[in-house]
């Protein structure tokens, strides 16, 4: 599976951006979803996950409320809105594929085995 996300970008504080990452594979469908960020010097962190169905959904608290998660298997693509934007979401966001638990919406990074390069989000504030 190869994903590659895109839609960062330099936005004001309280503005909204959607984050999308397009997957090909065959097997797309039966995968778990997820998005990460990482900041320069720290570690990767998680930031949503949706399991094969959509019907599962998993946020860190740092985003709920704000953040929205969303796939379209037709597309081989997953979503991430984000609303209400604060200058501490500055990070590159990276899409991710869990393969092997894929029924449920996973946050731990040690689970994904795909991942797609990132794209950077700027939040000015």
């Known amino acids: 599976v190869q994903l590659q996300a895109s839609g960062g970008g330099l936005v004001q504080a309280g503005d909204s951006l959607r984050l999308s990452c397009a997957a090909s594979?065959?097997?797309?469908?039966?995968?778990?979803l997820g998005w990460f960020r990482q900041v320069l010097g720290k570690e990767r962190e998680f930031v949503a996950a949706?399991?094969?169905?959509?019907?599962?959904?998993n946020y860190a608290d740092s985003v709920k409320g704000r953040f929205a998660i969303s796939r379209d298997n037709a597309k081989n693509s997953v979503y991430l809105q984000m609303n209400s934007l604060k200058p501490e979401d500055t990070a590159v966001y990276y899409c991710?594929?869990?393969?092997?638990?894929?029924?449920?919406?996973?946050?731990?990074?040690?689970?994904?085995?795909?991942w797609g390069r990132g794209t950077q989000v700027t939040v000015s504030s």
């Open positions: 949706i399991n094969w169905s959509g019907g599962a959904r």
């Open positions: 991710a594929a869990d393969s092997a638990s894929g029924w449920v919406a996973v946050s731990d990074v040690g689970l994904y085995d795909y």
């Open positions: 594979g065959r097997a797309f469908s039966s995968y778990g």
